[in-house]
């Protein structure tokens, strides 16, 4: 069982910036995918971005060139580094992680809300 604890929501103006904070239970250096997910409402879970095994970045379309990915392995971290927000990045921010199985695990979520 891997432990995800995500920090960093809240609500900001629009253009403004946040970094949420995952933090991990398990080692996040071996992992098949890490990173974040993002469920507005009434719609469905979608990527954000995500950080594959061999250190490869994804990133939504909608996303590239205002959102960075991060870890720093010795702290079981990974962050998402969010500028330029938008209302419609409004969502629950979900952390996710994939280590050396094919076993799936999330965190609970955090609210991120940005006014227009």
């Known amino acids: 069982q891997v432990q995800l604890v995500e920090s960093g929501g809240g609500l900001v103006q629009a253009g403004g910036s946040l970094r949420l904070s995952c933090a991990a239970s398990?080692?996040?250096?071996?992992?098949?995918?890490l990173g974040w997910y993002r469920q507005a409402p009434g719609k469905q879970r979608e990527l954000v971005a995500v950080i594959m095994s061999g250190g490869s970045r994804r990133y939504a379309e909608s996303v590239k060139g205002r959102f960075t990915i991060s870890r720093d392995n010795a702290r079981s971290t990974v962050y998402l580094q969010m500028n330029s927000l938008k209302a419609e990045d409004t969502a629950v921010y979900y952390c996710?992680?994939?280590?050396?199985?094919?076993?799936?695990?999330w965190g609970q979520g955090t609210q991120v809300t940005v006014s227009s």
């Open positions: 398990r080692s996040t250096f071996s992992i098949n995918a």
């Open positions: 996710y992680y994939v280590g050396t199985t094919t076993e799936a695990y």
